[in-house]
């Protein structure tokens, strides 16, 4: 029998444990593998879910954001008159914004609503900012009297879906008061502005440019023009019509030209001021006496229908009160200004035969309140102002009368000062003198610093933004 050395007897044992232990590691790197692989898996599908919810809840803040640029405009659009008192502005803000928005593209067949102080945006359902409707916002309007706040929701996604997001922010608004560039034009009327010969113009060295005129007559014939010459150009509503005949707009007499080139239009007028002249009547404390030559700070009574003689002299402040119609016979030298007060008459007047000369108030201790009085000329809302015969004259600073005529025979000069008519019917503004009327420069540098105020709307505070819990 063949024996053999021990080591080949131990060979074989040997390399089937091998093979054994071969495929266990194999089936371990298998299962490795695999875990590895649900693990990618299931980690790829987190994050793309965490990544879907931070897209929709990135979506719902733009939806909010969108939403409160939205309400901002519309707030910024309301218009509440300056003598309403903060506590009743939403009885005024409110039906603006249900004509701004009810029956708009934007809310559809949607409306707002009003409870109490609060105001819903829509009053249900929410508004779409895509065809789709995953992306929208509602708002809601908080009055507490001196602010408002506005909340703001945010949505995207399906309504009512696990997978719709919702965020939420607010910002107070605070009333503010409008300004206005109608103290920029030399006249400007509510009404009908007629020219029919003259001229409206600079004064030397001035260019004719800043003579222009704006009518906020929104129907039918707004300016109608026949004669005379204008420096600058003419400005109207876009419903309204001009008629020009003859004259000359804007350094032309070519009615092409003119209507080319110096007439333009506007959707809408600035805003006239709302005016108050019982602020001034403080400075009026002496009685008007009749027939004196030489008066200080006058108030004059109602119904009392004073004339003035040639050369008479008033210092300081005329103010009149209503229904009164006074009578300037001759030369008047006003070292002052003239106020009258608002009235239900309809004949309040200011007819001056003869030169108005302003000059300053004296410097002297008893017109020290009145001295500090800028931009104001003649302050008398409802009065008409006619101006006939010889009169002429300067004056510093603006008038401001329900209508305006100028039919005289001499030059009148307007330093710093602005021609306003408040009267919105035909012919609130006549120019049918001889001569001219030539302004150094028009009102906007010197606006009435009492007794005038225009409306409110609401302004954005930035620093109140901020994001709420939804």
Same mark, same amino acid.
Request: net charge neutral; no cysteine; proline share 5%.
């Given at each position: 029998m063949r024996s053999y050395p021990p080591n080949l007897l131990c060979r074989n044992p040997r390399r089937h444990a091998r093979r054994g232990v071969t495929s266990l590691i194999a089936m371990l790197y298998l299962v490795l593998i695999s875990s590895i692989a649900i693990g990618f898996y299931a980690l790829t599908t987190t994050s793309a879910?965490?990544?879907?919810?931070?897209?929709?809840?990135?979506?719902?803040?733009?939806?909010?954001?969108?939403?409160?640029?939205?309400?901002?405009?519309?707030?910024?659009?309301?218009?509440?008159?300056?003598?309403?008192?903060?506590?009743? *502005?939403?009885?005024?803000?409110?039906?603006?914004?249900?004509?701004?928005?009810?029956?708009?593209?934007?809310?559809?067949?949607?409306?707002?609503?009003?409870?109490?102080?609060?105001?819903?945006?829509?009053?249900?359902?929410?508004?779409?900012?895509?065809?789709?409707?995953?992306?929208?916002?509602?708002?809601?309007?908080?009055?507490?009297?001196?602010?408002? #706040?506005?909340? #703001?929701?945010?949505?995207?996604?399906? @309504?009512?879906?696990?997978?719709?997001?919702?965020?939420?922010? *607010?910002?107070?608004?605070?009333?503010? *008061?409008?300004?206005?560039?109608?103290?920029?034009? @030399?006249?400007a009327s509510k009404g009908q502005?007629?020219?029919?010969?003259?001229?409206?113009?600079?004064?030397?060295?001035?260019?004719?440019?800043? @003579?222009?005129?704006?009518?906020?007559?929104?129907?039918?014939?707004?300016?109608d023009m026949s004669g005379g010459t204008i420096g600058g150009d003419l400005?109207?509503?876009?419903?309204?019509?001009?008629?020009?005949?003859?004259?000359?707009?804007?350094?032309?007499?070519?009615?092409?030209?003119?209507? *080319?080139?110096? #007439?333009?239009?506007?959707?809408? @007028?600035?805003?006239?001021?709302?005016?108050?002249?019982? #602020?001034?009547?403080?400075?009026?404390?002496?009685?008007?006496?009749?027939?004196?030559?030489?008066?200080?700070?006058?108030?004059?009574?109602?119904?009392?229908?004073?004339?003035?003689?040639?050369?008479?002299?008033?210092?300081?402040?005329?103010?009149?009160?209503?229904?009164?119609?006074?009578?300037?016979?001759g030369n008047f030298n006003l070292k002052g200004f003239i106020v009258m007060a608002s009235g239900t008459s309809t004949t309040d007047a200011l007819n001056f035969s003869g030169n108005l000369t302003m000059s300053a108030v004296p410097n002297q201790p008893q017109f020290n309140a009145v001295r500090a009085v800028t931009g104001v000329a003649v302050l008398a809302p409802n009065a008409t102002m006619a101006m006939t015969g010889s009169s002429g004259g300067s004056v510093r600073g603006n008038i401001i009368v329900k209508k305006f005529s100028m039919a005289g025979a001499a030059d009148m000069v307007i330093d710093l000062g602005s021609i306003m008519t408040l009267d919105g019917g035909s012919t609130s503004a006549l120019f049918n003198g001889s001569k001219s009327i030539r302004f150094s420069a028009t009102g906007g540098n010197n606006m009435p610093q009492e007794g005038i105020s225009y409306s409110r709307y609401y302004l954005a505070k930035p620093d109140t933004y901020q994001e709420l819990t939804p």
């Open positions: 879910q965490v990544a879907n919810n931070d897209e929709h809840t990135s979506r719902a803040y733009l939806a909010a954001e969108s939403g409160l640029d939205f309400m901002r405009r519309q707030m910024a659009r309301v218009t509440v008159p300056p003598s309403v008192l903060p506590e009743n *502005s939403i009885n005024y803000y409110f039906p603006d914004l249900q004509t701004q928005l009810n029956g708009t593209d934007n809310l559809g067949s949607l409306t707002i609503s009003r409870s109490g102080n609060t105001i819903s945006v829509p009053a249900n359902g929410t508004i779409k900012l895509d065809s789709a409707g995953n992306s929208r916002f509602s708002a809601t309007i908080t009055d507490w009297g001196s602010d408002v #706040v506005v909340k #703001v929701d945010g949505y995207y996604g399906k @309504a009512g879906s696990d997978t719709e997001s919702h965020r939420s922010i *607010s910002m107070d608004f605070t009333r503010q *008061s409008r300004t206005s560039s109608i103290f920029d034009y @030399a006249v502005i007629v020219v029919k010969k003259g001229t409206v113009s600079s004064t030397p060295g001035v260019d004719p440019a800043i @003579a222009t005129m704006m009518s906020a007559k929104d129907s039918g014939t707004s300016i400005n109207l509503i876009d419903t309204a019509n001009v008629s020009i005949t003859g004259g000359s707009v804007g350094g032309s007499s070519i009615l092409g030209t003119i209507l *080319s080139q110096h #007439v333009h239009k506007t959707d809408t @007028a600035p805003e006239f001021p709302t005016i108050d002249p019982t #602020v001034y009547k403080k400075y009026a404390v002496n009685s008007w006496v009749d027939k004196a030559k030489t008066q200080s700070n006058i108030l004059i009574k109602a119904n009392t229908n004073p004339k003035f003689n040639a050369n008479d002299t008033v210092q300081g402040i005329m103010y009149v009160e209503s229904p009164n119609v006074i009578t300037f016979n």
